[in-house]
């Protein structure tokens, strides 16, 4: 304020000496024409000085000016130019100072509007993801929640387009939809999951606004996005356990009206199994048979604990002696007997269930094995970080191909012979039961990392998970 000021009383201070000046010029030697043309000039001053009356006082100060040179040189001054011209002059002073004061006026409105916009924008780039794009797509902007939620800096994200983020969940019909309904100048409002820099993903509730030309035809394209990853989570979480609950209606089913007829069907043929020598022909084929019925009677097992999960039981054990037990056990399999498998990083306590991690690794370990078809390197890597501690199992098999990543964790999905695609639901079922979490990485070497990350002092938190499970 007080340089604004200082400003003025500049402006001020010299429009004043350039007016006395001219009226002192003017009344020693009428300038004719020019006179008017100074006057203009001083009060176009009127631009540059925020002192509002301005434009009007310097007005009435030339007008005044104009009347006293005519008066003094009321007999020098041909009758033209005092009764036509000095009018004319008084006349153009006025519509000088009209046109700086509408002039100030549309300047004020458009500081106003200007001040407005940047509010606008400053409040909509704090509450949502804006980004701007051209015709083809290419974007111009992104603001500063636009970076932090894809994790791409703004160098990176400016002139490329929008597959930088797609993460391949939604299909080609989705996509072309979306172009076709923006270039025909309409609104489009979906729902999108997009991937980050560092591979995560997260779900945006999207509108995309055209900007139209004056033959409306889009110029530039403005996408407004809320991040709702939270929200889908919460979503998939109450469409899990609506599956959960009907699975366990059929499980409870299945337990009693399958497991138990297969029980006595077992039965039945290992006492027929019995009776035979160990020539006759048909024993491999009643050998199979049981076989079929125990790997049956297995996925019922998976199925119920899949299920109906008991509560964890926590106890404090060591987690490398836990791990020896679990290739101990995967040597007893075929599939696991010629893996080679490495612990590496220090020995860590742990407050969770033993029966539960520990099937939880075989199953991880079992799953590597089959993965490089029972012949190849595990790696088991153990990591303390912070209050957390994670397993990391590494194998170097083929690796998990993309477009299946993201289903392995589904329930019945499986790309294996053996097996009802139940192991690592199960497996991650178990993780977050004890607050933990399970993922899935492949690396470009090759191979996959299955990573359990678990709280170390969990006693508490499991024993609260308990009671709600109760």
């Not at 046109?99 to 949502?128: F, G, P, T, Y």
């Not at 033959?215 to 407004?224: D, N, S």
């Not at 029966?355 to 939880?360: F, G, K, S, V």
């Not at 991880?364 to 890597?381: E, F, S």
Request: glycine share 6%; aromatic share 6%.
């Amino acid at each position: 304020m007080p340089i604004k000021r200082s400003r003025n009383s500049l402006i001020h201070a010299g429009a004043l000496v350039a007016t006395i000046g001219i009226f002192i010029v003017d009344l020693q030697q009428p300038l004719a024409y020019t006179v008017g043309i100074l006057y203009v000039l001083v009060i176009l001053v009127g631009l540059w000085t925020t002192w509002r009356p301005y434009p009007i006082v310097a007005a009435v100060v030339a007008t005044t000016l104009l009347i006293i040179d005519a008066i003094v040189g009321w007999g020098a001054e041909a009758p033209s130019f005092v009764f036509v011209n000095r009018p004319l002059m008084v006349l153009v002073s006025t519509a000088a100072a009209t046109l700086v004061m509408h002039s100030r006026r549309l300047e004020r409105k458009w500081s106003a509007n200007m001040q407005q916009l940047a509010d606008i924008k400053r409040a909509l780039d704090h509450a949502a993801i804006v980004a701007t794009t051209d015709v083809t797509g290419r974007i111009t902007y992104v603001n500063d929640k636009f970076c932090e939620i894809s994790k791409y800096s703004r160098e990176e994200l400016l002139g490329q387009d929008h597959r930088i983020i797609n993460s391949g969940f939604h299909s080609k019909a989705f996509m072309r939809e979306l172009w076709h309904t923006i270039a025909r100048g309409h609104v489009w409002h979906a729902e999108i999951r997009n991937r980050a820099k560092d591979g995560g993903l997260y779900w945006v509730d999207t509108t995309i606004v055209p900007f139209l030309d004056s033959r409306g035809k889009p110029y530039q394209y403005i996408a407004i996005r809320a991040d709702i990853t939270a929200r889908k989570a919460a979503e998939d979480r109450l469409a899990q356990q609506a599956a959960l609950a009907r699975l366990g209606q059929m499980a409870a089913v299945v337990a009693h009206e399958v497991r138990n007829p297969l029980a006595g069907i077992k039965g039945a043929i290992q006492v027929l199994m019995s009776r035979r020598s160990g020539a006759d022909a048909e024993l491999p084929v009643m050998r199979d048979v049981v076989a079929r019925i125990d790997s049956l009677g297995e996925l019922i097992n998976d199925l119920m604990l899949f299920a109906r999960p008991r509560p964890p039981r926590p106890n404090t054990f060591h987690i490398r002696p836990l791990l020896l037990e679990a290739i101990s056990l995967l040597r007893r399999d075929p599939v696991g007997e010629s893996v080679e498998v490495t612990i590496e990083g220090p020995d860590l306590a742990l407050t969770a269930d033993t029966e539960m991690i520990r099937a939880t690794v075989l199953n991880l370990l079992l799953n590597a094995a089959q993965a490089m078809n029972g012949r190849g390197n595990v790696t088991i890597k153990l990591a303390q970080h912070d209050w957390e501690c994670s397993i990391e199992i590494r194998d170097s098999g083929p690796g998990v191909p993309e477009d299946l990543r993201d289903r392995v964790f589904e329930p019945f999905f499986t790309t294996k012979a053996r097996g009802g695609g139940l192991g690592l639901p199960i497996a991650r079922r178990t993780a977050e039961l004890h607050g933990g979490t399970l993922t899935l990485s492949s690396p470009e070497t090759g191979g996959s990392v299955f990573t359990l990350t678990l709280p170390i002092h969990a006693l508490a938190h499991l024993e609260e998970r308990t009671a709600i499970s109760v």
